[in-house]
C-alpha cells in the first residue's frame, strides 16, 4: 500500500505555500506511480479558531497514523494575545514531543544561483554545504520546573530549566555521527561548557560517544564563538550538531547566508526515521496573502520527506534538480530577486518547479 501523508498548512503563508508543495506531491505520485494518499487538518492559530485548541487529539491521532507530515507554519498576531497555554506554538512543541520527533535536520545550502542573493561576500559562501542538526524535543524549550512567579518582595521572576540527559545526548549525537558519514566525516558539537553544567555533560558524552565514530572527525566549539563563525567562515563547517535553542538561533543565522529562510527546508524525525517536514522559516504575516512569499523552502522540505521516511531518493533527487533547473532559467520571489532575474509570485514559482519536472 501506498504512504499516507498528513498535511498541515497551518496560518499565515502556510497555505500558499503548501498549496505548491502540493502540485509537486501531486505530479510527482503520477509520474513516479507512487500511490501516496493525503489527509489535511490544522495545527495552530488555524486549529484554535476551528477546535480550540492549537493541536487537537484527533489530529495527533492522525500524525500517529501517517508514514509522514507536511507542515506549513504556525503563528501569527491574531493569536499572540491568547493564554500561553493555547498559543499557537504550543500545537508545534507538542507534536515534536508526542511524536518522539527528536532530530531536527536543517540543511544548509546555497545554490550557486543564489550566491548573490546572500548578505555575505561570494568567496565566503560559495559552495556552502552545511547540515544543522538540531536537538528538538528536550533542552530549555521543554525543561521543568518553568513558568513565572511572584516572589517574597512581590517583583514577578521568570525561569526556565535547561537539562539533557545522557540517552539524549546519545540518540543526537548518533544521527550527527551518521549524517557525517554520508557526507564530508565532520562533526562540530556547538555548547556553552565553559558556563552551564548541561552542557559540558553534553560535551563529555559527545566525546564518549565519538569512539564507536573513530572514521568522523569531532570538534567541540562554544556557541557564541560558533555564531562568529557562521557568518565569518561558514564553509568550515560540515555537520553541526546542537541543543533545541542554540539549533534554533544558528540555524536561523545559517539561513541567511544561503539568501533567504525561504530556501531552507527541514526535517524533524523520531528514532524510525518517521518525521514531520516543514520549511525553516515561520508564518510571515507580514506578506500572508499577497502570493509573494517564496514556496521553495517547502517544496525542497517534500523532497527530504521522500529522502529520509518514504525511501524515494531518487524522487527526491528529481524535485532538487527541477528546483536548480527553474533557478537557473532566472526565476526569483522577491525574497531572493536580483537585478536582472524574473521576479515570480509563489504559485507561479510552483508551477515552474512542476513544470521542470514534467519536462
Ligand atoms: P518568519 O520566519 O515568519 O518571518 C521572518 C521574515 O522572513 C519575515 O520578514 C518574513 O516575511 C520572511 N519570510 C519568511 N518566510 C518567507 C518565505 N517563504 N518567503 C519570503 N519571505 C519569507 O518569522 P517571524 O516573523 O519571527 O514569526 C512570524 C510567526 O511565525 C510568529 O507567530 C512565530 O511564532 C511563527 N513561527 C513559526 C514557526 C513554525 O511554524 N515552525 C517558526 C518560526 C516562527
Not at 129 to 153: K, T
Not at 250 to 257: F, I, P, T, V, Y
Not at 277 to 284: I, L, Q, T, V
Request: aromatic fraction near 6%.
Amino acid at each position: 500500500m501506498g504512504k499516507h501523508i498528513l498535511i498541515l498548512e497551518g496560518d499565515g503563508i502556510g497555505p500558499e505555500i503548501v498549496r505548491e508543495a502540493r502540485k509537486v506531491l501531486d505530479v510527482i505520485n503520477t509520474k513516479f506511480d507512487l500511490g501516496l494518499t493525503f489527509e489535511n487538518d490544522h495545527m495552530g492559530g488555524c486549529a484554535i479558531d476551528a477546535y480550540g485548541v492549537p493541536l487537537a487529539d484527533s489530529t495527533l491521532e492522525k500524525a500517529r497514523k501517517a508514514d509522514a507530515i507536511l507542515l506549513g507554519a504556525v503563528g501569527g498576531p491574531k493569536w499572540d494575545k491568547l493564554d500561553r497555554s493555547i498559543r499557537p506554538e504550543k500545537g508545534l512543541l507538542k507534536i515534536r514531543s508526542q511524536l518522539g520527533l527528536y532530530a531536527n535536520l536543517r540543511p544548509a545550502l546555497l545554490y550557486p544561483q543564489l550566491v548573490d542573493a546572500s548578505s555575505l561576500k561570494p568567496e565566503v559562501v560559495s559552495g556552502l554545504d552545511i547540515l544543522i542538526v538540531r536537538e528538538l524535543a528536550g533542552g530549555i524549550y521543554f525543561g521543568e520546573p518553568r513558568g513565572i512567579r511572584v516572589l517574597e518582595n512581590g517583583e514577578r521572576e521568570g525561569y526556565n530549566t535547561y537539562k539533557y540527559s545522557e540517552s539524549e545526548i546519545i540518540r543526537i549525537g548518533r544521527t550527527a555521527f551518521e549524517m557525517a558519514r554520508k557526507r564530508n566525516g565532520k562533526v562540530c558539537s556547538v555548547d556553552k561548557a565553559n558556563v552551564l553544567e548541561a552542557t559540558m555533560l553534553w560535551r563529555e558524552v559527545m566525546d564518549t560517544l565519538h569512539k564507536e565514530y573513530p572514521d568522523v572527525e569531532l570538534s567541540h566549539m562554544y556557541v557564541d564563538n560558533a555564531a562568529m563563525q557562521l557568518v565569518r567562515a561558514p564553509k568550515q563547517f560540515d555537520v553541526l550538531v546542537t541543543g533545541n535553542m542554540f539549533g534554533d538561533i544558528l540555524s536561523d543565522a545559517a539561513a541567511m547566508l544561503t539568501g533567504s529562510i525561504g530556501m531552507l527546508p527541514s526535517a524533524s524525525l523520531d528514532k524510525e526515521g518517521r518525521g514531520m517536514y516543514e520549511p525553516c522559516h515561520g508564518s510571515a504575516p507580514d506578506i500572508a496573502g499577497q502570493g509573494i512569499a517564496n514556496p521553495l523552502a517547502t517544496i525542497l522540505s517534500v523532497s527530504m520527506m521522500l529522502r529520509y521516511s518514504l525511501g524515494y531518493p531518487q524522487v527526491a533527487d528529481a524535485i532538487e534538480v527541477a528546483v536548480g533547473k527553474v533557478l537557473d532559467q532566472g526565476y526569483r520571489t522577491a525574497d531572493i530577486y536580483t537585478e536582472g532575474k524574473t521576479k515570480v509570485s509563489t504559485s507561479q514559482m510552483g508551477d515552474a518547479v512542476v513544470a521542470a519536472l514534467n519536462a
